[in-house]
């Protein structure tokens, strides 16, 4: 291993820029999370902010670091809110809430946690199987629908104004060539630093902190600062579409250094054009209705989650 551009110690990753030491290299991925929290004004000193959590290396990564941009910043930090979904996926999700809280009791931020269980009628184990059977869904597009459905609407029962979530480079290069595979223009329109087109009132704006970095970079962050991390992927992830653009993505990037980020700054240029042209697409739309069975935002009487949870209703009523 070389050593550190900036000092005489042994280097721990090599970036595009150079190999860096421990130290400097934790400097330097800090510094670059806040530089992106203000270069997008992600973050706004009258905001309320809840966290999206798992327990996993990016959510307890951007955890920690938006606690510590509000202290930086001399903001209130004792609002931060943390808030975890529980699928229902067994041997994995019980885990990562184990490490989620500890990490939140050593650094005294509120968890809350929600189920889909609960919330929903049955764990995603339980849902798989039967919604499947009549859609042929994969458990990746349940989950995902209910999953943002749960953190949308506890994001605004804790009164936040602000939802962050834990995405990094390769999670929003993956989003952007799946997208683009698909034309699903508008969809792309709602991507970047801070989601949506425009701000509604129905749900609570999501930014992304991570936005510019790495899965690697944040893999050994959360190493090097020694927090007790499940380091392994949820078990559907396999059967996912993601998952194909994402090992297709690992490929080119270990053979052209630099893909990644090339796609997602090339991205960030196209952005606006893609947002303005959502805008005024229909002078006349003002955003989302209002779902006829739960009150939450849709785009149509009735919500992708309680679509989901009818079949999954009757399916059991049979």
Not at 23 to 34: A, Q, T
Not at 36 to 48: E, P, S, W
Not at 128 to 150: Q, S
């Amino acid at each position: 291993m070389s050593k550190c551009d900036k000092c005489e110690h042994k280097s721990v990753i090599m970036l595009q820029h150079g190999p860096l030491c421990s130290k400097h290299f934790v400097s330097y991925f800090e510094n670059k999370v806040f530089k992106t929290i203000q270069k997008f004004k992600l973050i706004n000193r009258d905001d309320i902010i809840c966290v999206a959590t798992s327990g996993g290396k990016d959510s307890l990564t951007v955890l920690y670091l938006v606690k510590q941009y509000l202290k930086r910043q001399g903001m209130d930090s004792t609002t931060l809110t943390a808030l975890a979904i529980n699928e229902g996926i067994a041997d994995y999700r019980e885990k990562t809430l184990e490490d989620l809280r500890k990490f939140c009791n050593d650094y005294d931020v509120d968890l809350t946690v929600a189920t889909f269980e609960e919330h929903l009628g049955a764990t995603l184990d339980e849902a798989y199987p039967k919604i499947n059977k009549i859609t042929g869904k994969k458990p990746c597009n349940i989950c995902g629908v209910w999953r943002r459905y749960l953190l949308n609407k506890y994001a605004k029962k804790l009164g936040a104004t602000k939802l962050v979530t834990g995405h990094n480079m390769d999670d929003e290069s993956q989003a952007i060539m799946m997208n683009m595979c698909k034309a699903n223009t508008s969809l792309a329109a709602k991507l970047g630093p801070m989601g949506g087109v425009a701000a509604h009132e129905g749900f609570t704006r999501r930014i992304k902190p991570l936005y510019l970095c790495s899965e690697k970079e944040t893999r050994l962050y959360t190493f090097l600062k020694q927090w007790k991390v499940e380091y392994t992927e949820c078990p559907n992830v396999i059967a996912s579409y993601r998952a194909e653009i994402r090992d297709s993505l690992n490929q080119l990037e270990e053979k052209y250094p630099g893909t990644k980020n090339g796609i997602v700054k090339s991205f960030l240029d196209m952005l606006p054009l893609l947002q303005s042209r959502e805008l005024n697409k229909d002078s006349k739309y003002s955003g989302p209705q209002t779902c006829a069975l739960c009150s939450e935002p849709s785009n149509a009487t009735e919500c992708n989650a309680c679509k989901l949870k009818t079949i999954l209703d009757g399916v059991n009523n049979e």
